[in-house]
């Protein structure tokens, strides 16, 4: 099984290729560069594996949530290279792929609280359960402000990940801290991670035509209107 990766949904670029359980992966924190070095990136990772375009079964791609632009530079990326082929694509949330980097080297199961900074006062925020390599996602995908950001039950024990427990001057991980057995707030969504939990889904038969992947945005608006921004400067 041969997969081509995308991420691209947080400053950090990542593309990554999959070649029967072995992994290449090009990873930069590359803010506004993403559209200038993933298609590159993946040409590099082809030649360096000695790979054709025409032999790739699937693309896989990080279908956010995240940044809108990034988001979006990766599914079109994903289906352009799957249409043109006639390949299926996998969508992979980024929140899952963010889970991944977790509690590494630690004994499953572990619970993890995934979370990116949305900006605007928010956290994309999504628990799962990893056992095995493998997740299972535990509460619905959200965005929320740091103070209802939900974990699905009062357990202590819980792994934090992700740029959402250093957003709002640390809000989540003041609030949460006691149930955490630890937290990366450095951590980000990678392409190798997207393509691991893509080739199950793929072998599985759930991989879908390029036309039918839809992003996961979890909100509409991209900034805070005047009006929004004077109250939280007054709160503040």
Known sequence: ???????TATEACSVALWNDGAVLERFELAPRRHAELAL????ALLAEAGIARAQLDAVAVGRGPGAFTGVRLAIALAQGIAL???????????????????APGRLEPVRILAAIDARMGEVYSGAFRRADGRLSALSAESV??????????DAPGWWGAGTGFAAVEGALSTRLGPRMSGIDAAALPRAGDVARLAAPELEAGRAIAPER??????????ALTSAEQQARRAAD
């Open 213 to 222: 992947v839809e992003p996961a945005y979890l909100r509409d608006r991209v």
């Open 84 to 102: 043109a082929l006639d390949r299926p694509v996998v969508p992979v949330s980024t929140l899952a792929a963010l889970a991944m980097r977790a």
């Open 40 to 43: 590159p990136w993946a040409e």
């Open 144 to 153: 929320a402000g740091p103070g209802q950001v939900p974990l699905p039950d």
């Open 1 to 7: 099984m041969i997969l081509l990766a995308f991420e």
